[in-house]
């Protein structure tokens, strides 16, 4: 499976950005995308996962501010991100994983910053 994320970028503090993030491969092997997210020294962090099905999960951090879709019947997810505040400043990666594995395929990384 391979991933192509696009998007990101810089913004003020209470602007939005979005993300997209397109796979290769399998509907089984996409059948879970989202994206999580990362600073330096921190844990890789859940930002937010769509199941083929439709089904949603947010990170804590993100609900009410973040919304992901997904193309219907595709392999490409979008995150809506508004709201934005200066601590969701990290590299996004996109995840792509079959509905029961723990782990996945990465994308590259796309940074997004928020500035104050």
Not at 58 to 65: A, L, T
Request: hydrophobic content about 35%; some cysteine.
């Amino acid at each position: 499976v391979q991933l192509q994320a696009s998007g990101g970028g810089l913004v003020q503090a209470g602007g939005s950005l979005s993300l997209s993030c397109s796979a290769s491969g399998s509907a089984l092997s996409t059948n879970i995308m989202g994206w999580y997210r990362q600073t330096p020294g921190a844990e890789r962090e859940l930002v937010a996962v769509i199941s083929r099905g439709g089904v949603t999960t947010y990170g804590n951090s993100v609900q009410g501010r973040f919304t992901i879709s997904r193309d219907s019947g595709e392999n490409t997810v979008h995150l809506q991100m508004t709201t934005l505040k200066p601590e969701d400043t990290a590299v996004y990666y996109c995840n792509a994983r079959p509905l029961t594995a723990a782990s996945g395929w990465w994308g590259q990384g796309t940074q997004v910053t928020v500035s104050s």
